[in-house]
Nanobody, 115 residues
Framework: QVQLVESGGGLVQAGGSLRLSCVAS????????MGWFRQAPGAEREFVGA????????YYAGSVKGRFLISRDNAKNTVWLQMNSLKPEDTAVYYC????????WGQGTQVTVSS
């Protein structure tokens, strides 16, 4: 069973940057496209972006395109989310997971962007 552990969140001012990490254990994730998701208070969990199994392609939600970058290192079983030019509306708990047949969700990492 895969366990996902997200980290790297925190409090940052608008315009700042954060780099989130997602480390998987229990099983290799190298065969799977992986995604980042976020959930703001009172809102549904939403898709942020995804990366193919080999990192060859990336896809982003319109709200973060041009500001966020997903990368991965399959040897480290790790996926990252580089977030730049952060906005208060990016405030949420961020999670990583497969895009389908999802693994159990991790605890997520809180990102708070102050204006």
């Amino acid at each position: 069973q895969v366990q996902l552990v997200e980290s790297g969140g925190g409090l940052v001012q608008a315009g700042g940057s954060l780099r989130l990490s997602c480390v998987a254990s229990g099983r290799s994730i190298s065969d799977y496209p992986m995604g980042w998701f976020r959930q703001a208070p009172g809102a549904e969990r939403e898709f942020v972006g995804a990366i193919t199994w080999n990192g060859g392609s990336r896809y982003y939600a319109g709200s973060v395109k041009g500001r966020f970058l997903i990368s991965r290192d399959n040897a480290k079983n790790t996926v990252w989310l580089q977030m730049n030019s952060l906005k208060p509306e990016d405030t949420a708990v961020y999670y990583c997971n497969r895009l389908s047949q999802m693994f159990p969700w991790g605890q997520g990492t809180q990102v708070t962007v102050s204006s």
